[in-house]
Structures are given as C-alpha cells and as structure tokens.
C-alpha cells in the first residue's frame, strides 16, 4: 500500500509525524507533495493508493493552486484512488480567501471517498451543512504526541535547565504566533491583572500568515518591551518541546477561535491541563480537565485566582485521560479508516 500526503504541511508537525509512524509501523509506502505542478502531483501520487488530505492553505493560496488541487483530485478519483479528507478546522483560521476557501471546501466534501474530524459536534454540523457527506464522515479523536514527544525528563530538571527557582505559575503560550491566536489580547489582559503570582512564557516563533507586517511587528515588540516574560521566539525543535512543557504549570491557549487544537493535545501528552476559550473540542474531553472561559471578564478572574492546587486538581482529571487518546488506539481507528 502506498499513501500520498497531498499538500504536504509546510512544517513537518506532531500530528504528520503520528502518521508517518503509523505508516512505517505497517510497510505503508508513503510520498509528499508540496508542489502545485500538475506534473508533480501525479508523478508522485500515480502508483498510490490513497490520497490524505491535511491541511489545505496552499491550495487556497489562490485561484491556480485551487484549480491545480481540484484537478489533481478529479484524476486520482477517476484512477479509483481513495480520498481521505482530515477536517483539522473547517474554517480557515485566517479569513483571507473568502471566496476560495468555501469553494475549495465544498470540492473536498464532494470528491472525498472519507472525511474525518476530531469530535462528534463538528461532524454533525458538517452532516447538517452538507447532508450528503452523511455516509462518509466518521469522527476520529485527535491523539496526544507522546511517541514523537517522549518524556525523559522531570518538571525540576526542565524548570533548572530554563533558570526557573522560583514559585510562581508558569503559564505557557506554546507554537506558532499567529493573529487569531489571541496572544495581543492577552497581553492587554495581563497588563490589568494582577499577575505578580504568574509568570507569562511565550515559547514559539512568529509565523508567515501575517497579512499585516506591522501588526507582527509590533506585537513581537510587545512581547520583547513586556516585563517579567519569559520568551523563546524561535521554532522549538522536537528533542527542547519537553524542556518547555515540563517547565510549564499549566498552557494556555487563548485562541479567538478554533476548531481543534493541537497545541492542548501536547499539553494533554505531558499531563498538564490548558486554560482555554471554552468549544466543542474542549467539551468533548470528558471529567472536565481544563480550565474554561467564555469571555475576557472569566480569564482574567481564572488568571487573579488560580493556584497550584486547582492546577493539580485538574491534572490528576487529565492524566486518568491519557491512555484513552493515545496514539496507539489512534492507530486502530486509523487503520480502518485507510484499509476500509
């Protein structure tokens, strides 16, 4: 068996990696496109089998990608190849190509031979926009990285090697810094609360979606100008992820808005709870193992009031919850879905 990831992700991210693990584990021939050539495509997708689509921004990047992308699909489906569509976020997180991206989704709930999401609130809101993809979509949980993020250290010995002696909560903003990430409005939050007890760590570089070059560069001056923050703005290699996770007391992810999140599974990976804006995702997780919030108004009152036991509390919830989204049974629901 072969599989073509087809776009192939611009970073090779945790979650492509579970996959290619999966891939090798079973004698699955595997191939990337990230090219836009026709040609390409199907030099190296022609002797596949199955085609997974991930992420889609390069396709939507503009009206050639889409047609090269829509044509690629229409041909592998006439080769009877299978079409295995990955729904990370239905809506783009950036909302720049207005006409493009629902165009291009609606092509994918079409040609598609299997769709997949990561909870079920998202799959019956797709079935109940698209009626028709009701036979073909399944929900798979997102798994944790801990076969791409072994753990081989402590908490002490991350918070040592980062210079952490004090007992302040260390919250983590974790990955790429990206505008609908909301980090600028936590700043502002910060700014007003008392956060004497809390220590703010900005680990992750700034990514090129930026529309606006001015925004990106003035929030990363904030971000530099801003007191008692520790920061890492550079991309975090895979063997230095634990050093900040450990470090960290708990994540957050202040995001304007999100469909899944991968940023909380690796928090889940290293057992730590998330103060996140409340979705369907979250409420998915089952015992209520995060720290939620609805508007501005509740975070900042959770970031006045929160302590190391409430921290505790919920990670005792979430480390009763790792082994049910490991990537081993990942790997068994994944299975049918390509063998299938």
């Keep these: ?40 495509i199907l030099r190296k997708g022609w002797s596949a089998d199955l085609v997974h689509i991930n992420w889609i921004s390069k396709a939507e990047k503009n009206y050639w990608n889409l047609m090269i992308f829509s044509l690629s699909l229409v041909i592998f489906r006439a080769m009877g190849k299978k079409i295995v569509w990955t729904i990370h976020n239905y809506a783009p997180h950036e909302n720049t190509h207005k006409v493009r991206s629902p165009m291009l989704r609606f092509i994918l709930m079409v040609i598609s031979t299997t769709l997949y999401t990561h909870y079920d609130e998202l799959s019956k809101k797709l079935i109940a926009e698209f009626p028709f993809i009701d036979g073909k979509i399944q929900t798979l949980f997102h798994p944790t990285f801990e076969t791409v993020h072994p753990r081989t250290s402590d908490t002490s010995e991350a918070k040592s090697g980062l210079g952490i002696t004090d007992h302040k909560i260390n919250i983590l903003f974790f990955g790429y810094i990206r505008k609908y990430k909301g980090l600028s409005e936590l700043l502002d939050l910060f700014k007003r609360t008392d956060n004497s007890h809390l220590r703010l760590m900005v680990v992750g570089s700034v990514d090129f979606y930026w529309e606006n070059p001015d925004e990106k560069y003035n929030l990363l001056k904030r971000i530099v100008q801003y007191p008692d923050i520790f920061t890492h703005l550079e991309f975090v290699e895979d063997d230095q992820v634990q050093l900040y996770a450990l470090s960290a007391d708990v ?18 990976t290293f057992g730590k709870t998330v103060i996140a804006r409340r979705s369907p995702f979250t409420d998915s997780f089952h015992g209520n193992p995060f720290i939620l919030y609805d508007n501005e108004t509740e975070l900042e009152k959770i970031l006045t009031n929160i302590t190391h036991k409430t921290i505790f509390q919920k990670e005792k919830v979430i480390q009763k919850l790792q082994s049910c989204y490991s990537s081993a049974r990942f790997y068994q629901l994944l299975h049918l879905i390509y063998t299938l």
């Design 251 to 268: 994540f957050i992810v202040p995001y304007l808005h999100y469909d899944t999140s991968g940023v909380i599974m690796l928090a889940v």
């Design 1 to 40: 068996m072969k599989i073509l990831f087809f776009p192939g992700p611009s970073i090779i991210n945790a979650y492509y990696k579970v996959l290619l693990e999966y891939c090798k584990a079973h004698g699955i021939e595997t191939a990337r496109s990230d090219s836009m050539s026709l040609i390409s």
